[in-house]
């Protein structure tokens, strides 16, 4: 059965501070990763990654993907109490490329 | 910007009530998802529709669930007769073309309360 993990499970950060999140992930047949943010509702989605080692990068957030080692990390430099959110990470599997979803990680940002 | 739409935004019902939650994917996209969220839990897949059938479908997809696409727009997912623990956030997603191309947007949702 495919497997996502995400860690921490939830942070608190200040205004302005760095973050890392982590998502590790054990798949059939791997074909991408996808990290989503949900705040109220919907996830939105945020990035796909394929590659091993290409930084994919939208303003202050970045993310990579290591294949070898099964993980991909999210990073979110100066972060901003918009960003106070769930952060989803999630492969696709299956024949029909169903989501399967961690936990996520809970980011609350406080001014 | 396209966008998939849900309906209702919230849906109060009794136990043993059939309950449709509607949904109208983004207009070019193939592929159709429905996952449920229940309250402080992962995002978990149901089922998904392609050509006109179901592809594959979870284990919580029961007799109890349907799923149908009406006419060119619609996707509808059907409980049959509602269980206290049916209660949770249901999402519809929706694809572009199969391949390489395995990002779904989502909706914002119908949250469906189990009385």
């Known amino acids: 059965e495919d497997k996502v993990v995400q860690s921490p499970l939830s942070l608190v950060v200040h205004e302005g501070d760095t973050v890392t999140l982590n998502c590790s992930y054990e798949?059939?047949?791997?074909?991408?990763l996808l990290w989503y943010k949900q705040e109220k509702k919907a996830p939105t989605f945020l990035f796909m990654l394929t590659s091993s080692g290409i930084e994919k990068k939208s303003g202050r957030l970045s993310s990579i993907l290591d294949k070898k080692e099964l993980f991909s990390i999210l990073n979110i430099t100066a972060t901003q109490t918009g960003d106070s959110a769930v952060y989803l990470c999630?492969?696709?599997?299956?024949?029909?490329?169903?989501?399967?979803f961690g936990s996520g990680t809970q980011l609350t940002v406080l001014p | 910007e396209p966008e998939v739409t849900q309906t209702p935004s919230h849906q109060v019902t009794q136990m043993g009530q059939e309950v449709i939650l509607r949904c109208v994917p983004i207009s070019n996209h193939l592929y159709f998802y429905w996952y449920r969220q229940i309250l402080g839990q992962k995002v978990e897949f149901l089922v998904s529709?392609?050509?006109?059938?179901?592809?594959?479908k979870s284990e919580i997809f029961d007799d109890q669930f349907s799923v149908e696409r009406p006419d060119g727009s619609n996707f509808t997912l059907k409980i049959r007769s509602t269980k206290l623990e049916d209660s949770a956030m249901y999402f519809c997603a929706s694809r572009d073309r199969g391949g390489a191309v395995l990002e779904q947007f989502f909706g914002p949702g119908t949250r469906l309360t189990v009385l």
């Open positions: 999630a492969v696709p599997s299956g024949s029909a490329r169903q989501l399967t």
């Open positions: 529709f392609y050509n006109n059938e179901i592809s594959e």
């Open positions: 798949v059939t047949n791997f074909r991408s």
